[in-house]
């Protein structure tokens, strides 16, 4: 993939980023890294750098966003019948109650992103609201690799290999964790007692 950024550029990046809410198996944290390696380099200004990742961050976290907003959790909609309609005022319970600080903690988790974010949407988190902790919450991580990359453009594939290692097992707890509370939803919704 380096080959890739490096033969595109800062343009290959921004879309890895924006894409990555659909699906793109590239963590974006990779992406970064490698605008920072990109500015090092000399292919673009250190403040284009970081407007173009933090904004290709921003603009995939808006439509995992959206796509829980069109989905929705409606009593009869998808989501509400997969995982039942208590478990979906429980969810919207949880984003009144903890909804901030769930995207900010999210925002800083590879894996952890499009789920909360998605729910985030599906839970009614109007638009404002959401770009306004989630852009604040991507400051950090936009800043941090960017800097990253820059500071260690030499390093960038023992980097990246550092990166996509933690964002496997990240990932993979994440997917745990989720699968046990899918689980638990599911259960409590067709195994009543």
Known sequence: MSE?????????CFCSLVFTSFGLPMPE?????FIGFL???G??????????GYAGVTLGDVIAWYMGRKVGLEPKGFVSRL?????????????????D????IARQVPGSRFPTFFFAGASAIPLGRFYLIDGLAALITTNLYFWIGYSFA??????????????NISGTVMM??????????????????
């Open 83 to 99: 995982i039942g309609e208590e478990q979906i005022k429980d969810i919207e319970q949880f984003y009144r109650k903890w909804g």
């Open 154 to 167: 030499d390093d960038i594939k023992d980097i990246v290999k550092d990166v996509e290692y933690f964002g």
């Open 39 to 41: 500015v090092k380099g």
């Open 101 to 104: 600080w769930a995207i900010v």
């Open 43 to 52: 292919s673009t200004h250190w403040a284009i750098g970081l407007l173009v």
């Open 29 to 33: 944290e990779i992406s970064l890294l």
């Open 4 to 12: 890739y950024f490096i033969k595109y550029g800062i343009l290959a």
């Open 176 to 193: 745990v964790i989720f699968g046990i509370v899918a689980l638990f939803f599911l259960k409590k919704r067709f195994f009543k007692t």
